[in-house]
């Protein structure tokens, strides 16, 4: 079987992680696993682990370039000849689907995310199966979308428990990060994400200066990168940690590829986004490590963090009761953690599941004798 996964570049994100990490697996499988991105830091270690980089324009948004790109993108799919067509991203979407119509290669699209509701994110519901990463996506396509029940398949991003297994870790890295960063003596609450806006990495900073009055060895670390278009938010972020005196209580630690040893060194994990999470992957890892998680109460979140048994749940942008939740999540026992990943989100049932969409769509028949090509 040749798959190919389509999206926009293959640089830092949840998404882009998941397509190295399945493109892997699948490789090892005996599956010929192609990826056509616009190119990024990733495609080194795609290629390391057997998978193919093909670089085209999958990212630009400029619908004058389209019907170019969408000829373009025919031409490579002939030569490529894949036996899966998987889009992974709205822009990709529509250029796949349009090149396809004459190819009629089985379609399959992955919904990772709370889209805005209109017609440019309908083609993420084109293909002939629609993975939605989490039951709170599969919800969002059902109430806004006519999508065939048949169609929709749930199957929640998978957590590489060889990657992140706390009896394998870098402890050379982990001394040294310590070190840097001073995380001796301290009580460490981690954010892992992009530095952006729907991360509300404010509500993240205003609580960490709540828990300083109880805690003084609190130390809150901000684990990732800040995109050229983010710089100013990143400043407005520096701006709030002088005003309120927490130069010595948080940390941007930049953007970090060994995470398992990062979560490792944390007490309690935060996931404080304004907008729903689809899955909530640093959740699920860190919890893969033994480390209590507390995440705004909605979307995946729902799913991986379970009150007082995986780690409290708190009302999104509430600083107050976000510092509530991370002292609930401190206080619970870790033993069970990682089991409770290992029972639901494992990277190996994901590309278990992933594969049997693949081969159900071998000799593909339309459901219910509907078509979209």
């Known amino acids: 079987m040749r798959v190919v996964q389509l999206l926009p570049e293959l640089n830092e994100g949840g998404v882009e992680r998941g397509v190295v990490e399945l493109s892997r697996e699948l490789v090892r499988q005996g599956v010929e696993s192609i990826v056509i991105s616009r190119g990024g830091r990733l495609v080194s270690q795609l290629e390391a682990d057997g998978g193919r980089h093909v670089t085209f324009d999958l990212a630009g ?223 699920a890892e860190a919890l893969a490590m033994g480390v209590p998680v507390a995440a705004s109460a909605h979307g995946g979140m729902l799913d991986i963090v379970r009150e007082g048994e995986t780690g409290a749940l708190f009302p999104p942008g509430d600083a107050a009761s976000l510092a509530l939740a991370i002292k609930r999540s401190r206080d619970l026992p870790r033993a069970g953690l990682r089991a409770f990943v290992a029972s639901n989100f494992t990277l190996a049932r994901m590309v278990e599941q992933t594969l049997d969409v693949y081969r159900q769509l071998h000799g593909f028949e339309p459901i219910d004798g509907s078509t979209l090509k």
Request: aromatic content about 8%; some cysteine.
């Open 61 to 283: 948004k400029n619908p004058f370039t389209a019907p170019q790109r969408v000829i373009a993108l025919r031409r490579l799919l002939r030569e490529l000849r894949p036996d899966i067509l998987h889009a992974r991203s709205r822009v990709p979407a529509w250029l796949a689907w349009l090149a396809n119509r004459p190819l009629k290669l089985p379609f399959v699209t992955t919904v990772h995310g709370f889209n805005s509701v209109n017609r440019y994110s309908r083609v993420m519901t084109f293909g002939e199966r629609v993975i939605c990463v989490s039951g709170a996506i599969k919800t969002h396509v059902q109430q806004h979308y006519a999508v065939p029940e048949g169609k929709l398949v749930v199957i929640p991003r998978g957590v590489d428990l060889n990657h992140f297994d706390p009896e394998h870790l870098d402890r050379d890295f982990m001394s040294r990060f310590a070190a840097e960063h001073s995380l001796a003596g301290r009580f460490v609450v981690t954010c892992v994400g992009r530095i952006t806006q729907l991360k509300d990495y404010e509500t993240f900073i205003r609580a960490i200066a709540l828990l300083r009055k109880e805690i003084p060895e609190v130390l809150g670390v901000i684990v990732g990168g800040v995109h050229e278009d983010k710089k100013n938010y990143f400043a407005s972020l520096r701006m709030l940690i002088k005003s309120q005196v927490l130069e010595q209580h948080v940390r941007f630690v930049g953007s970090q590829s060994r995470v398992a040893e990062i979560y490792a060194l944390s007490d309690v994990v935060v996931s404080s986004s304004k907008k729903p999470e689809s899955f909530g992957r640093s959740a």
